[in-house]
């Protein structure tokens, strides 16, 4: 078996006082050109809330692309003392960073297995989600070949084709279960439209899944995602796996979000200047003055993960920010480390060199910014980057 390689280790401040309640992470605030807070109590309050919502299903979490840009070990640990037993990841590497803060947490690879990897599972203590017949052969032969007996789960593809093996050839293998070494510890599928409890793909794949399942009977099975926790019974089956719903995003669109905020993104003020009506201001002079504007430029760009799309220009309105307490629109192209804010309207002195501004927090939901730039709180979450001082919350 392979040597196993040293755990990453998150870079972190812890509080040199516990009432102090918080810990850092990444660049000193004072030269980083932004602040990312992850309020970890309102993930935990968000798990809590989808498990009671769920009873008596377990609760999972799903930990991937670093916790949905939220920090995967720090998530992780924090939810493991919560009480979470289950959690599903992306690929190996995050198996094995949620390994070193969970050593005995049940730890499902969504990616499934990979050539050669049976090892590393075993090493891991990791369960793969095998999606197909030839990944389903490779695993048992490596299980016989080692007499591992660490388990894995078996994904069938109700409807979203993508991963996993068909209802048919589920129900074909469904008679090794009576076998004691089965190997199956999860039976699962995935919800392409959870987000439409009444859409008839949903209602589709809620009923084949169960027909699936009763020939796994005595099988743990998972079928609902963020919104499927949403859906109600029928798709709770013995264990949800929220994911999005756990960061605070929206997981029934349309009505009343259900989940606290978790995170808080400010930009730091590097700039102030008055530029002429009828000049442009930014790349590609999209965006012109219609009068004379002050402008606030902060130390945030498409690199730190806030969204390029949500520019404005002359002919639409993009993103927001907001500065001295009022709402402020974005003036012309964010661009890779830095963007511009209309504050004209803003009394004389009220933004300053060095202060800070929300750009996610307050009432700029994770979901107006993605709808600002035309994407969903899925990619703004996980493309927050690493450049920001950190702060999570614990109380």
Request: glycine share 10%.
């Amino acid at each position: 078996m392979a040597e196993a390689e040293p755990a990453l280790q998150p870079d972190l401040d812890p509080p040199a006082d516990p009432a102090d309640h918080a810990f850092t992470a990444g660049p000193p605030a004072a030269e980083a050109g932004g602040i990312l807070t992850i309020d970890l109590t309102a993930i935990e309050a968000n798990w809590r809330a989808l498990g009671r919502r769920a009873m008596p299903s377990e609760c999972a979490a799903v930990i991937k692309a670093d916790a949905y840009g939220c920090g995967l070990e720090q998530v992780a640990a924090h939810l493991v003392r919560a009480g979470c037993r289950t959690f599903f990841v992306a690929d190996l590497a995050e198996a094995r960073r949620a390994r070193a803060v969970a050593p005995d947490a049940a730890i499902y690879v969504l990616s499934g297995l990979m050539a050669g990897t049976g090892p590393v599972y075993a090493e891991l203590r990791a369960r793969p989600v095998i999606g197909s017949l030839v990944e389903l052969a490779e695993w048992d032969a490596f299980v016989s070949a080692q007499g591992w007996h660490g388990g894995a789960a078996l994904h069938v593809d109700t409807g979203m084709n993508r991963l996993g093996i068909s209802a048919n050839d589920a129900a074909a293998l469904a008679p090794r279960i009576r076998a004691e070494n089965h190997g199956i510890t999860l039976l699962m599928s995935h919800l392409a439209y959870a987000e439409k409890a009444d859409h008839p793909l949903t209602d589709r794949q809620v009923r084949l899944f169960r027909e699936v399942r009763i020939l796994y009977r005595g099988i743990p099975a998972s079928l609902a995602n963020s919104s499927g926790v949403f859906i109600g019974n029928p798709a709770h089956c013995d264990m949800v796996r929220p994911g999005v719903a756990l960061y605070g995003v929206n997981p029934t669109p349309g009505h009343r979000n259900p989940m606290r905020p978790v995170v808080n993104l400010q930009a730091r003020i590097v700039q102030l200047r008055t530029v002429p009506k009828g000049e442009t201001v930014g790349y590609d002079a999209a965006w012109t003055t219609r009068r004379a504007t002050r402008i606030a430029v902060v130390a945030v760009g498409y690199a730190d993960g806030y969204p390029r799309a949500a520019s404005s220009s002359d002919e639409a309105p993009g993103g927001a920010a907001i500065v001295a307490g009022k709402r402020c629109p974005l003036a012309g192209r964010v661009s890779m480390d830095l963007m511009a804010i209309d504050i004209t309207d803003l009394p004389d002195g009220a933004a300053r060199r060095g202060d800070m501004v929300t750009l996610i927090g307050d009432e700029l939901t994770l979901d107006d910014v993605a709808k600002a730039a035309g994407t969903i709180g899925y990619e703004i979450l996980t493309g927050l980057g690493r450049r920001y001082h950190r702060v999570y919350r614990t109380a």
